[in-house]
C-alpha cells in the first residue's frame, strides 16, 4: 500500500508565499510522474503542476511565474513552492502520484487527502 503525506498548507495573506509537500511512502520501486492538482468551493479538481521521473514539469497557465514543482526521487518527496499568491489560489491542494510501481501487479496512481490554502487579508 501507498501512502502519501501532505504538509504546508495554511493562511497567507496575497502576495505571501507557502512551500507544501507530498511524501509518498510504502513498498515504493518507482514513480513516474508526481504533482499538485486543487479544488475551490464550487469548482471542479484543477491541474496545478506536475513533474516526472526526469525533472520535466508541467504547469496550468495561471499558476507559470509564481510557483515551482521539485522533487527528490530519493525521498520520492514533491514539493510545491508557491509565490505572490492571490486570493483566487484559495482551494484545497492535493497531492497525486502517477504509475506507482511497487513490484507487485500493475502501476497504480494515488491521491492524498489534501490540504487547504486559504490566500486572504
Known amino acids: 500500500q501507498v501512502q502519501l503525506l501532505e504538509s504546508g498548507g495554511g493562511l497567507v495573506h496575497p502576495g505571501g508565499s507557502l512551500r507544501l509537500s507530498c511524501a509518498a511512502s510504502g513498498s515504493i520501486v518507482s514513480i513516474y510522474a508526481m504533482g499538485w492538482y486543487r479544488q475551490a468551493p464550487g469548482k471542479q479538481r484543477e491541474l496545478v503542476a506536475t513533474?516526472?521521473?526526469?525533472?520535466?514539469?508541467n504547469y496550468a497557465d495561471l499558476v507559470k511565474g509564481r510557483f515551482t514543482i521539485s522533487r527528490d526521487n530519493a525521498k520520492n518527496t514533491v514539493y510545491l513552492q508557491m509565490n505572490s499568491l492571490r486570493p483566487e489560489d484559495t482551494a484545497i491542494y492535493y497531492c497525486n502520484v502517477q504509475r506507482v510501481f511497487t513490484g507487485r501487479g500493475s502501476p497504480n496512481d494515488y491521491w492524498g487527502q489534501g490540504t487547504q490554502v486559504t490566500v486572504s487579508s
Open positions: 513533474i516526472t521521473t526526469g525533472k520535466s514539469t
